[in-house]
């Protein structure tokens, strides 16, 4: 096994995506034609533009609600959309994402994630196996599943939620993709029955939360099921051809932990390589987002 040190990774390829400012526990970011200022519990410095300039720029911003992290509503100027569609567009990639304000401050993309749909895109068509398989493991609104689809992948696609897969088939559907397994499961569970029947993936993505619930009101922590669910990944993941990535938003979780934690699950794997993901806003200020692991023996 060969271990890169740790890296810090952005994606390269955004037009229609700008993250403009951050500081002050906010960001402004650009998805297409608007512009949404949002908190951002990271960004613990000062913003670059001055708060008449943020409040000029936005279209929407998010209030939290009182007490809460997460919850809350978006505060529209006249003319602001709730839905509109931003693309993805390389020289390999042609992807199309329907966007929406949540009541959670999210809008169905992780821009940051960029940077793996192009790694999924390389990987896949790399590979010496007709139409690999692909599973995308708490897969939220699909972007690594529309990219593997491109691809030429056999994409199986599992989310606990209802509404998340009719959003992900939405951004399939406006990709001009088809034929996406959806799968509405506790992500444990499924990958737990595919060990039992013998099933293996040339490809698996695995970007838990947290915290979260199973459809069933399975209970999902992250700190206590994460070593768990590698091990079992690890009995599904083809041994020959394969690739694996790894994303943790959890702020407890360093890259040496989850470096760990894959090594001991996947100790003959190779083309290792983790750190810290990133976005740099207009003025050259980090703002980190997670980390990630992933390897590909091509």
Known sequence: MSTTVIQTATPKNWKAYQLLDS???EKLEKFGDYILR???PQAAWDKSLSELEWQNKAHAYFKKDKGSQEKGEWMLKKGMVDRWYMPYQTATLNLNFKLALSSFKHVGIFPEQAMNWDFIMEKVKKMPVKNPKVLNLFAYTGGASIAAKQAGADVTHVDSIKQVISWSRDNMEAS???NIRWVVEDAMKFVRREAKRGNVYQGIILDPPAYGRGPDGEKW???????????????????ENYFLILNMYSMGFSSLIVENLVKCSFEHSKNHEFGELYLEDSFKKKLPL?????????
Do not use: C, H, W
């Open 23 to 25: 500081g002050g526990f």
């Open 38 to 40: 949002r908190p951002e």
């Open 176 to 178: 001009q993709l088809d």
């Open 221 to 239: 922590i992250l700190e206590e099921q994460i070593n768990e669910m590698l091990k079992t990944v690890a009995q599904i993941l083809d041994k």
């Open 290 to 298: 997670g980390v990630y692991y992933r390897f590909a023996s091509i």
